[in-house]
């Protein structure tokens, strides 16, 4: 099981990112996927999730209407646009599958300051 995350970077308090992330070694197109962060010194929390077919979608109430999640099966991948940025959407952030596998990926930071 491998995910590799990517896309994250500086950007300034209303900017945008988007964020990817290409999962292997397990069959992506049956599992519900999420997309997590963990700012310094705090516990990871889940942002975003989406269905296996993609007609379902869940947002945490800090990112709900700012954040949008997508993924294209046929290559493996899930998406997280974020606009609107705030300085505390600071994270690295993660994706990963539900029920979650090991080992996590790297992450991508984001890192939102003027």
């Known amino acids: 099981v491998q995910f590799v995350e990517s896309g994250g970077g500086l950007v300034q308090p209303g900017g945008s990112l988007r964020l990817s992330c290409v999962a292997s070694?397990?069959?992506?197109?049956?599992?519900?996927m999420r997309w997590f962060r963990q700012a310094p010194g705090k516990e990871r929390e889940l942002v975003a999730g989406?269905?296996?077919?993609?007609?379902?979608?869940f947002y945490a109430a800090s990112v709900r209407g700012r954040f949008n999640i997508s993924r294209d099966n046929a290559k493996n991948m899930v998406y997280l646009k974020m606009n609107s940025l705030k300085p505390e959407d600071t994270a690295m952030y993660y994706c990963?599958?539900?029920?979650?596998?090991?080992?996590w990926g790297q992450g991508t930071q984001v890192t939102v300051s003027s």
């Open positions: 070694g397990f069959t992506f197109s049956v599992y519900y």
């Open positions: 990963n599958g539900a029920p979650a596998r090991e080992p």
């Open positions: 989406i269905s296996a077919g993609g007609e379902n979608t």
